[in-house]
DNA sequence: TGCACCCGCCTAAGAGTATTAGGCAAATGC
DNA sequence: GCATTTGCCTAATACTCTTAGGCGGGTGCA
């Protein structure tokens, strides 16, 4: 029987795209071996089982999301530094919305650590060098930002900004705005 | 054979309170049957499908949660109101974790509309005519205050916020006085 | 009060998914 | 060139979802 070539990096990469095409809800264990070519079972030398599995393309998704915050953000400060940032976000979610919801999928704390998720919140705060915020005011900034990012793409995607204008596009710019105002003018205690 | 007395209503309860102790994924058509204490098919008399039970907790956690925001919102004004349905979704978030994911439940276009979901923008409105605004940045600080409330009270229960100082209670209240301020200074376009 | 009907719950059955155990054959290493 | 490892397979079990069809108790009408 041929090789299908298979390893826990290839399965993760497919169980990205399977989730972009079909939901993250629908990455199963089944769905990603009909993809492959192979047997159910056959997974289960690569993966330990289905929550191994989700874990995996939750850590590709949050590395490949790091990227390209990464190459945004690269010779950019100030404002122009927050709306990159911004927009790599909205735009993967955009873009591959199966892969921004398993960005998503809850870690084990050590998993946690161990992604890109260090990496995600070093890079807001690198955005908010071109502010003047100190601790821990930096810290809440920092959760403001993640907040908003995630709550407007989540809300966004799920439909929320749909069939009523203005056009979410405009509503994101406009937050963006209001973001980079407020960071610049942060309320004293 | 003794009747169990279900009904959808009851279901769409008794599946709320099974969401918030397993968890909203964890809410099955044979989890439910075993806690009401019936067999699984005799749920179908009740709910068409999987689907459907899903959609009527999420329609019951909208209304229950539009609800407590309605009686947080009477009276107050201002910064007090905005506080106050901000503390609404939070503290629901908290007491009743299940639930709020179900609220974040995809309905069908139709069934948002016939929703409790209209009614929560329209408080979000509300709150902002204690600030002077007029469309369309009513609408943008609409959709950011529902991503700052979504987002901040998602990622805080996803903990991404614990394990690491200041105390997100305190990154809230922080983000919701940046908030009043914003909204009372709001940046021209 | 008696009876027919309906409705609520049941059993039976089929499909899909997750997971484990054990086998065979192709690739790998000495 | 042979032994071992490794990759994929079949077989089997358990659980969930869903439909079909049956039985009996409660309800409503005479």
Redesign the pocket.
């Known amino acids: 029987?041929?090789?299908?070539?298979?390893?826990p990096e290839r399965l993760a990469q497919e169980g990205a795209e399977l989730a972009d095409e079909l939901g993250f809800d629908e990455?199963?264990?089944?769905?990603?071996?009909?993809r492959?070519?192979?047997?159910?079972?056959?997974?289960?030398?690569?993966?330990?089982?289905?929550?191994?599995?989700r874990t995996r393309i939750a850590l590709f998704a949050l590395e490949e999301l790091a990227d390209l915050a990464a190459a945004a953000l690269a010779g950019r400060a100030g404002k122009d530094a927050l709306v990159a940032l911004a927009d790599v976000y909205r735009d993967y979610a955009r873009e591959h919305p199966g892969r921004y919801a398993a960005s998503r999928f809850p870690l084990s704390p050590e998993a946690a650590a161990a992604s890109a998720g260090p990496r995600h919140s070093q890079m807001t705060r690198a955005v908010l060098r071109g502010y003047d915020l100190t601790e821990p005011d930096q810290t809440h900034a920092v959760r403001l930002l993640g907040s908003v990012f995630h709550g407007f793409v989540s809300l966004e995607l799920a439909g929320g900004f749909s069939h009523s204008a203005p056009d979410s596009r405009e509503s994101w710019s406009r937050a963006l705005d209001a973001l980079d105002a407020l960071l610049r003018n942060w309320p004293a205690n």
């Open positions: 029987m041929a090789r299908a070539g298979l390893t990455v199963t264990v089944s769905a990603l071996a009909r492959c070519g192979v047997k159910v079972p056959s997974l289960y030398s690569h993966v330990r089982n289905s929550q191994d599995l």
